[in-house]
């Protein structure tokens, strides 16, 4: 399918090598990268965890390929598991990977939240698939955008369910163990940069950058939203986000892990959606909180959309499904 936009793709996955946690896998993956135009691998915060990263493309078959192509590069002997939960974890948090920025933000939502932050660890035992998209989030569209799929994105979700059972519970764990306006919540949009600027300083800092490779819990400065770390930990189901270069893109957090297969069918159908709705908008028609425009004309190509915005009552019931 080609876009009118570039779009990328951050997979991720469960790895083991004789049914085991991979020692180093870190290491691993930083020798991997090198000699690459960019990182293709990185680590997550679970030690059975890692996330395969593609560049941007206007076409879903290049970004299929690109993947399989990223897939290709782990050893022969890992086992990969494409599941949105560890399927050997039993339920419990696993093995952390212990990087600096890991550390700090276990350590900030620790002070932040002191009787419920283990909730951060379950993170060790989910994967997702992110979808980026080459669309500046402040566009009359690109807030259209960033508002429809944050109002939608528990009935993506539960549409999902019947193809991957296992993600049932998923997105359930954004909510409790860090300040709420970090996380997931009905009623999210924003009508320019102003609106979410003025609101996203409202909350602090959960940490900051040290040098090159410190990090440091900071809950006393308020956030800053042209700083990357602060954007990157900002849990939304749907956020802006700010490239090296200084790009602004959008990133869209609703989809569970898959198997490659699965990944060009789901893709497609999030993408049918969002063509739709930058085929059909017209800002001196619509504004851009209308939501319900949105997915009017997403869900005509699309089933993972509704015909319409959810109401909060809807939306909670489809993030505890």
Known sequence: ???????????????????????NLSQIIDKINKGKHFDILSVELGARMLEAITPT?????????????????????????????DPYSNGEAVELVETPRYVAIINAVRQEKSDSWQGVLQFTKWCSLHVNIGINP?????????????????????????????????????????????????????????????????????????????????????????DRSDLGTNWKFCRPKLSENGVWYIEIRVLPSMSLKNVEEYVSLLLFGINAILEGFNPEEYEVTDIDFATGVASKVSRLFPVKSLTEDEWENYFHS
């Not at 399918?1 to 020692?23: D, H, S």
């Not at 999902?160 to 296992?166: A, I, S």
């Open 1 to 23: 399918m080609k876009l009118k936009y570039k779009a990328g793709l951050e997979l991720e996955v469960f790895t083991l090598r004789n049914g085991k946690t991979i020692p």
């Open 138 to 226: 402040w566009s009359p569209l690109g807030l259209l955008i960033m508002n429809t799929i944050n109002n939608v994105a528990p009935y993506i979700g539960f549409m999902t369910r019947e193809d991957f059972p296992e993600s049932r519970g998923h997105m359930a764990i954004w909510r409790g163990w860090t300040d709420e306006a970090r996380l997931p919540r009905y009623g999210e949009k924003y009508n320019s940069f102003s609106n979410f600027s003025n609101r996203f300083k409202l909350t602090k800092k959960l940490i900051r950058k040290v040098s090159d490779d410190n990090w440091s819990p900071d809950l006393k400065q308020s956030r800053d939203p042209f």
């Open 57 to 85: 493309y206007q076409s879903t078959e290049d970004l299929l390929l690109s993947l399989r192509t990223t897939i290709d590069c782990l050893p022969s002997d890992w086992q990969i598991y494409y599941s949105a939960s």
